[in-house]
């Protein structure tokens, strides 16, 4: 049996005896992003996608304190964000752990630093070298519940006094869908998707009957089996909802400054929202931060 994490207090589901370790969950994890197909995907993704709606809000919102201070982006992939946070500063440096993600992005950003580093051993960063670290489009997820906390604290250590870190989570609030669910066969009329979508179908299913034991519920998170491009229901992602999400930040001696839902509107953590991925903007708290209000992200005491 394996070691079991400190920070699983017993689940109100899921059983000890199925209970991965966090490292267990972050190494299987880590298959998503690992190899070619994988970073092409997310070069890709990044083309189509550009920034996201959430991610827009947040920069028009913090652009004038950040402009021209350093920036970490961690979990970079190919470089979605790259463009939009070297517009702001130049001292910039994006992270990952997939060499084949950082390969892509020196092809399309030569000019720009980019470092393999895993975010839970940030060791060859100074104490407060940066006034922005971004984790965008879930990467903190893939990273088992113990790995988070220390992904939290390298963060934290890393951020100078004041500092501010940005990222998404996905939303324990959302409906996971289902390996049996037929979205995950919707029609579409590129016949070489469609086909993908029919073979990876039961494939999915399999992968959910075997993985499905190791899912967790906590008063604090989830952890789910879920869908990703290439391993249909072989990954097991962490979700939170936005109070626990500020409950967790503010253990890690963060406060909570704004609350994104996916569609760029500005929330208060208790509202509620079905949205896939929310973003978070959090201020390291220390002595010197300076005077800031936060914006909506006090509960209206309605619960
Ligand atoms: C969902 S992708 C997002 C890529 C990119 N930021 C974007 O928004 O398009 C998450 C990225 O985080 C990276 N990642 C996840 N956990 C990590 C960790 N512990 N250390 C470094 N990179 C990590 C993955 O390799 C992957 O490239």
Same mark, same amino acid.
């Given at each position: 049996?394996?070691?079991?994490? /400190?920070?699983?207090s017993?689940g109100v ?16 994890? @880590? ?18 996608? *550009? ?16 402009? $021209? @201070? ?58 407060? %070298?940066?006034?922005? !670290? ?19 604290? $390298? ?5 100078? $006094?004041?500092?501010?870190? !940005?990222? /998404? ?13 037929? @979205? ?33 519920e906590t008063e604090e998170y ?22 626990q999400?500020?409950? %967790? ?39 010197? /931060?300076?005077?800031? /209000? ?6 209206? *005491?309605?619960?």
């Amino acid at each position: 049996m394996p070691d079991l994490p /400190a920070t699983h207090s017993p689940g109100v589901r899921g059983g000890w005896h199925n209970m991965l370790t966090s490292g267990e969950i972050s190494n299987f994890n @880590r298959h998503m992003y690992l190899g070619r197909r994988s970073a092409a995907a997310y070069v890709k993704y990044a083309r189509r996608t *550009g920034i996201k709606p959430a991610e827009a809000t947040i920069l028009s919102e913090l652009k004038g304190e950040i402009k $021209e @201070r350093a920036i970490l982006d961690i979990g970079v992939g190919a470089g979605r964000t790259t463009p939009y946070l070297t517009e702001l500063s130049r001292d910039y440096i994006g992270t990952d752990y997939s060499a084949d993600m950082l390969a892509a992005c020196g092809r399309q950003f030569p000019n720009v630093s980019f470092r393999r580093c895993d975010a839970r051993d940030m060791s060859s960063f100074a104490d407060g %070298q940066f006034h922005l !670290v971004f984790f965008s489009y879930n990467g903190i997820d893939s990273n088992g519940p113990e790995d988070r906390s220390k992904i939290l604290r $390298e963060i934290h250590r890393i951020l100078d $006094e004041g500092g501010i870190f !940005v990222f /998404a989570s996905l939303n324990r609030n959302k409906k996971t869908i289902r390996a049996y669910d037929w @979205r995950n066969v919707r029609f579409t009329l590129n016949p070489i998707v469609m086909a993908g979508r029919i073979i990876r179908y039961p494939i999915g299913i399999w992968n959910q009957l075997q993985w499905k034991k190791y899912e967790v519920e906590t008063e604090e998170y989830s952890l789910r089996n879920t869908y990703d491009t290439f391993h249909a229901y072989s990954i097991l992602l962490y979700h939170i909802a936005p109070l626990q999400q500020k409950r %967790q930040l503010s253990l890690h001696d963060f406060e909570l400054m704004m609350v994104v839902n996916y569609d760029g509107q500005i929330v208060a953590p208790d509202a509620p929202d079905d949205s896939p991925e929310i973003y978070y903007v959090a201020r390291k708290i220390s002595a010197a /931060a300076p005077e800031l /209000a936060p914006r909506g992200a006090q509960d209206t *005491g309605k619960h």
